[in-house]
């Protein structure tokens, strides 16, 4: 049974950071691309940064360049987000996703994890 779990949200201040972890079960992790989306109250979920099962990174938000870094770990089945600088409108649901490439469309993933709260408010 396929299984993303991520961790690590919380409430942060402005200028502050975060760290997410994503660990996946019941599949080959080592031969998918995981992709980090969010989504705001009211909001369309949007694609914010991918790693490819060779290890390419693709940025899919202008915004987060420079201050997100997405890594992997495959001898852990986990993948990282590190959020720094985050501002309030980044306050989201923060889910990871699998499939075999990258791709900015939600719709295209198969896989997904339940999410995690990161609020950004002073």
């Known amino acids: 049974q396929v299984q993303l779990v991520e961790s690590g949200g919380g409430l942060v201040q402005p200028g502050g950071s975060l760290r997410l972890s994503c660990a996946a079960s019941g599949f080959r992790f080592a031969y998918y691309a995981i992709a980090w989306f969010r989504q705001a109250p009211g909001k369309e979920r949007e694609a914010v940064l991918c790693?490819?099962?060779?290890?390419?990174?693709?940025e899919y938000r202008d915004s987060v360049k420079g201050r997100f870094t997405i890594s992997r770990d495959n001898a852990q089945n986990t993948a990282s987000l590190q959020m720094n600088s985050l501002k309030p409108e980044e306050t989201a649901v923060y889910y990871c996703?699998?499939?075999?490439?990258?791709?900015?469309?939600?719709?295209?993933?198969?896989?997904w994890g339940q999410g995690t709260q990161v609020t950004v408010s002073s």
């Open positions: 996703a699998a499939d075999y490439y990258c791709r900015e469309q939600p719709s295209y993933y198969d896989h």
């Open positions: 790693i490819s099962e060779t290890h390419r990174t693709t």
